[in-house]
């Protein structure tokens, strides 16, 4: 990625209450704020309520403020500074929901896929859904989404590599990433990082790995900026090496790029009291890792949530949400967000057949060709409005808030961030524990036998500017 010679200034044109996120960038395997130079790693939660099979493309994620506000507060509250959303229409108005997540120091990591047609790579027919129609839905998230400065990154697939995908699908993939890397470089004010998400499947993890992260030679960048892996073998009170995360951590120590946990969160065991956050950030596998992203925030039919949301808008905070923000109020930012020289100094290697050790896993990098068509819509860019940041109006949270044992929870609000500050853990929360709001502390011995005591700050004062010049 380029880490210097580009200016930009993000106007805001707005009220009081509009700021700005630093963007991140992806400085050897580290990801890393553009401004401060400071290494970022994420601590996130993954986001889609309803499901991906809830998802008609009417409405997402991001298109219904009221609901953007109450479940930013609560991220924001829990300690969370990534979400990732696997579904969105890029058709569909962004601007409020992104606005709020960004005045609350809140990145997004987005999948440029959807469940609907012609809306994703098909992993036993690759070449048929590498098309023109596909594209352009890409190309389109693109637009909707390059002008805000919170945007982390973007995953060009999820899990299409795996048992039931043929051999020619990781071509196809970094076919894509090509695209998308070439589109934004022309039509973007900065560098957006690309990525892939992969599955945990050990016997072809490192293939998968090796492949996305080499360089081939003499050609346009195709490689991922980042690794994400969906993992969730660390299971109720497991250990570093019980659950196979000093073998992660071995693996992936020399990547050449940023590798995090775009999936975690084991519900074998319940309630989950998410031990393996000390883990995924100590001191080992800081040195590996860059974070993670735990399944999932909204309680849906696999039984993975943070919160119960209800039918009137309500939300429920589960015991999850109450253990897993314990943990993160733990962790030592201080050194996880120092930088590291040594990790920012790792380049790629060339792209060879020997990075590859399974037998069927492709070994060749010759990728697909671009259609035509697709290169015109890179150099002409595609007919699609850009988001813009706009003033967040509101931050105070409506909806009735309680926590697991059903006590309202109040005083929830969004807390506006200065310019360039992100969310960290135990420093943005609002709300009190108990209906009275005499009581910060609520402790609760779970089935597991983990005792919870969540501790919280009361909302300060917000900062406030109108625009913020970025460099990197």
Known sequence: MVKSARVFTVLCGLATTAVAVNPIIVDGKDFVDSVTKDRFQIIGVDYQPGGSSGFDGKTDPLSEPEICL??????????????????????LNHDEC??????AGIYLVLDVNSPLENGALNRKAPWESYNPIYMNRVFGMVEAFKNYPNVLALFAGNEVINEQSVRLVPAYIRAVQRDIKDYIAKHAD??????????????????????????????????S??????????????????????????????ASFPVFFSEYGCNEVQPRIFTEVQAIYGEDMTQALSGGLVYEYTQEDNDYGLVKVNSDGSVKLLIDYANLQKQFEKLDLNRITSANVTQTSIEPVECTPDLITT??????????????????MIDNGVDHKSGQIVDVKETKVTQKITDHNGNPV??????????????????????NKSGSGSSNKDTETSAAGATVASGMLSMVGAAVAVA???VW
């Open 70 to 91: 109450r479940d930013a507060a609560l991220m924001q509250r829990l300690g969370v500074n990534t979400v990732r959303i696997y579904n969105i229409n890029p058709e």
């Open 98 to 103: 992104m606005s709020i997540f960004n005045a």
């Open 190 to 223: 900065r560098p957006i990082p690309v990525g892939y998400s992969a599955a945990d499947v050990r016997d072809i993890l490192m293939d998968t790995s090796n492949y996305m992260s080499c360089e081939i030679k003499n050609a346009t960048s195709s490689r």
């Open 225 to 254: 900026d980042f690794f994400g892996l969906n993992s969730y073998s660390w299971c109720g009170d497991s250990s570093y090496t019980k659950s196979g995360y000093n073998i992660l951590t071995e693996d992936f120590a020399n």
């Open 359 to 376: 037998k069927d896993f492709l070994n060749t990098f010759d990728l697909p060709k671009r259609l035509d068509s697709i290169q015109e």
């Open 410 to 431: 109040e005083g929830v609000e969004l807390k506006i961030l200065s310019d360039g500050e992100s969310n960290l853990p135990g420093a943005s929360t609002s709300g």
């Open 468 to 470: 913020l010049t970025m």
